[in-house]
């Protein structure tokens, strides 16, 4: 990655304003989910908005003008419209008028599908700088009388530029994982000519999601021949703290190396990984070198990992 911005939206919503909607409190939340507020889209406020802003604070980071990116792909559950696609809303947001443009699903570990997938185009040559972002706004499907779903969820995006990196560095292994059977556990049915809204067997989610993380991890860091030790950080999707903190511990990791926001910004779903590799940059934890191990859970059910060496991007002039 050469640049990594995030955005989210001005609006906080608090445990205590939560608790004058639903029968819950900041003690039931913050105990159960680490929660302690997120942000939310206002009105008019789009998926396309916060992840334009996202893509251009990646790009300013990266130093790398719109003009010179080929490809853009956004990872969303929260499309602007069924079509067209969001990424090419932001593509004529940035003028980066070279750029191909698609969208992804694959919910909570889309940011993950995305990198993946954007990063193939550049190792086999196809294209050489592709932006990937992950954008909800998640408030807009969320059940408000719901308070085992409505105080997990919130809006934001997170953008990462990838380009050519040096030897050894940049994406050394992934993995990408999908059990369909799973599908009735998390979900948003249609709602007559609209979307309808999240419903969630909390339970069963919880479970998969404390297995499949450091199943993953464990698979692509043997897979680069290194450590779960090696680790300097692990970015897993933030969902709930206590997923987080079983992750780490069944991966014998510190707490110290498992980096969470989710006391901030809730389960942006597919934001959530890049908004806390934004926020690592932004408090100087990042250093060039780290090894970082990504990890994600979501709909479908889907998974995804992958292990990078941060650092060691080629300038945008480089052969």
């Not at 779960?228 to 991966?251: E, K």
């Not at 806390?276 to 990042?286: D, F, I």
């Not at 650092?311 to 945008?316: D, S």
Request: hydrophobic share 45%; net charge negative; proline share 3%.
């Amino acid at each position: 990655m050469s640049g990594i911005g995030a955005c989210v939206p001005e609006r906080i919503l608090t445990n205590d304003d939560l608790a004058g909607m639903v029968d819950t409190n900041d003690e039931w939340i913050t105990s159960r989910t680490g929660i302690r507020e997120r942000h939310l889209a206002a009105p008019g406020e789009t998926t396309s908005d916060l992840a334009a802003v996202a893509a251009q604070r990646a790009l300013e980071d990266a130093k790398l003008p719109a003009e010179a990116l080929d490809l853009i792909i956004v990872a969303t559950a929260t499309a602007d419209y069924p079509f067209p696609s969001t990424a090419s809303i932001v593509q004529d947001r940035l003028s980066a008028r070279r750029a191909a443009a698609f969208d992804l699903s694959a919910a909570c570990s889309g940011f993950i599908y995305a990198l993946v997938t954007g990063a193939q185009f550049i190792r086999t040559g196809a294209y050489r700088h592709v932006l990937v972002i992950g954008a909800e706004t998640l408030s807009r499907i969320t059940n408000w009388e719901d308070r085992s779903t409505c105080i997990l969820f919130g809006d934001g995006a997170g953008a990462a530029v990838l380009g050519p990196a040096a030897e050894g560095f940049g994406l050394l292994g992934a993995e990408l994982g999908s059990d369909g059977s799973g599908r009735e556990l998390l979900k948003v049915e249609k709602n007559g000519a609209g979307p309808g809204q999240i419903t969630m067997s909390g339970n069963e989610v919880f479970k998969f999601a404390v297995r499949i993380l450091p199943e993953s991890v464990r698979r692509v860091v043997a897979a680069a021949g290194v450590e779960v030790s090696d680790l300097d950080w692990l970015f897993a999707h933030q969902a709930n703290s206590r997923i987080l903190d079983a992750a780490g511990r069944r991966l014998g990791l510190e707490n110290e190396k498992v980096f969470s926001v989710v006391h901030k910004y809730g389960n942006t779903s597919a934001a959530s990984i890049p908004i806390a590799l934004a926020e690592a940059q932004q408090e100087g934890r990042l250093h060039p070198g780290n090894l970082l191990a990504l990890v994600g859970f979501g709909a479908g059910l889907t998974w995804a990992s992958c292990l990078i060496r941060w650092g060691g991007a080629l300038p945008a002039d480089a052969k």
